[in-house]
Nanobody, 118 residues
Framework: QVQPVESGGGLVQAGGSLRLSCVASGSSSSINNVAWYRQAPGKQRELVAQIIGDSTTNYADSVKGRFTISRDSARNTVFLQMSSLKPEDTAVYYC????????????WGQGTQVTVSS
């Protein structure tokens, strides 16, 4: 089992920055893909950013140029650097780790709240 634990959320003014962290405990070796999702009140969970394999990154159009995803495999940690935050970025942010073992298995964290005030 892999248990992701997110941290770094909080309250920030529009235009500010936050860095989210996701630390994987348990059987965290050989994590293939990592991603950050978010879910705003009344909305579906959406993909924010992901790293496929070692280096291929993808971003939602709404965060391109403002957010950066990175991973430190040696420390089993995934980061999401968020800059130029907007009120519409307010959501619970979730870390998803994915391992392949005959099939892909997803491991989700509990989420961390990000609130951007105008």
């Amino acid at each position: 089992q892999v248990q992701p634990v997110e941290s770094g959320g909080g309250l920030v003014q529009a235009g500010g920055s936050l860095r989210l962290s996701c630390v994987a405990s348990g059987s965290s070796s050989s994590i293939n893909n990592v991603a950050w999702y978010r879910q705003a009140p009344g909305k579906q969970r959406e993909l924010v950013a992901q790293i496929i394999g070692d280096s291929t990154t993808n971003y939602a159009d709404s965060v391109k140029g403002r957010f950066t995803i990175s991973r430190d495999s040696a420390r089993n940690t995934v980061f999401l650097q968020m800059s130029s935050l907007k009120p519409e970025d307010t959501a619970v942010y979730y870390c998803r780790l994915q391992k392949f073992n005959s099939a892909y298995v997803n491991y989700w964290g509990q989420g961390t709240q990000v609130t951007v005030s105008s």
